[in-house]
């Protein structure tokens, strides 16, 4: 049987499609959940194995990005919610998807929303569309299994992707407990805190967090975009050889096998 994949779908979200592509190529069993479906009970959330939360600009981003989706799931939505990661299930929020989860107080840890860790507006003041590197740390990470030190390509497309912490003795907690999934680094493979290739000045080049269970991870770069070769920028030069962020989605897919 193959795990179901529930791809979550509101207002403003435009990054789902992606999202169900990446989790269909690794095996995945894939829906498409509107929340109201949710909402009303018409869709069950505890027939699915993986909740995956896409980015986009959800109802606007009004007040903060992920804001408004993060209340209407705790308000409206909240026990089962609760009910869902209690189970062995597997969370996975993408760039808006994880500011949502920040927001809902999931990440890195449970706090109230947005407490000990939030995400605000990147350094350089505007919205930041590139391509940048990822290398992956050790964590309990369910997505990023076998794969530490290793390093990804792949795109950010975010106004507000810039990690902070309430102070010194949170950050200190993170990194010492493997929270920090992934970190940007430059051309080198060293961590950065250096625009562009850091591309929005997160505390310790933070660009994603995984809980204490490993079984809820969070990013702002989006791995769905790169999958396929020739989804790199770089795919028709000479030398170019293609390291795809497929792995991420399959380890999801094998946790269940």
Request: charged fraction near 20%; hydrophobic fraction near 40%; glycine fraction near 8%.
């Amino acid at each position: 049987m193959k795990p179901k994949v529930a791809i979550l779908q509101t207002d403003g979200i435009n990054c789902d499609h992606e999202l169900a592509f990446a989790f269909e190529k690794a095996g995945g069993k894939v829906e498409w959940i509107h929340v109201n479906q949710l909402f009303s009970r018409t869709k069950k959330l505890l027939h699915y194995q993986i909740l995956a939360l896409p980015g986009g600009f959800s109802y606007g981003d009004d007040i903060l990005s992920g804001k408004i989706l993060a209340n209407e799931l705790l308000n409206k939505l909240g026990s089962v919610v609760e009910q869902f990661i209690s189970q062995d299930t597997l969370l996975i929020g993408v760039c808006n998807g994880f500011q949502t989860l920040v927001r809902m107080g999931y990440l890195p840890w449970r706090m109230k929303p947005a407490e000990d860790v939030s995400l605000v507006f990147n350094d350089s003041g505007s919205f930041q569309c590139r391509w940048i590197r990822l290398r992956i740390s050790d964590s309990a990470c369910v997505f990023t299994r076998g794969l530490v030190d290793q390093i990804f390509e792949l795109p950010v497309a975010h106004g507000e992707g810039k990690l902070i912490t309430r102070n010194k003795f949170i950050q200190n907690r993170i990194l010492k407990n493997h929270h920090a999934v992934v970190q940007y680094v430059d051309q080198k493979g060293l961590v950065t805190y250096r625009f562009p290739d850091n591309p929005n000045g997160s505390s310790y080049a933070i660009a994603g967090l995984t809980d204490e269970t490993g079984r809820i991870f969070g990013l702002m770069p989006h791995p769905e975009r790169n999958i396929l070769p020739h989804q790199h920028p770089e795919w028709q030069t000479e030398n170019f050889k293609h390291v795809s962020c497929l792995p991420i989605f399959k380890n999801a897919i094998a946790y269940f096998s």
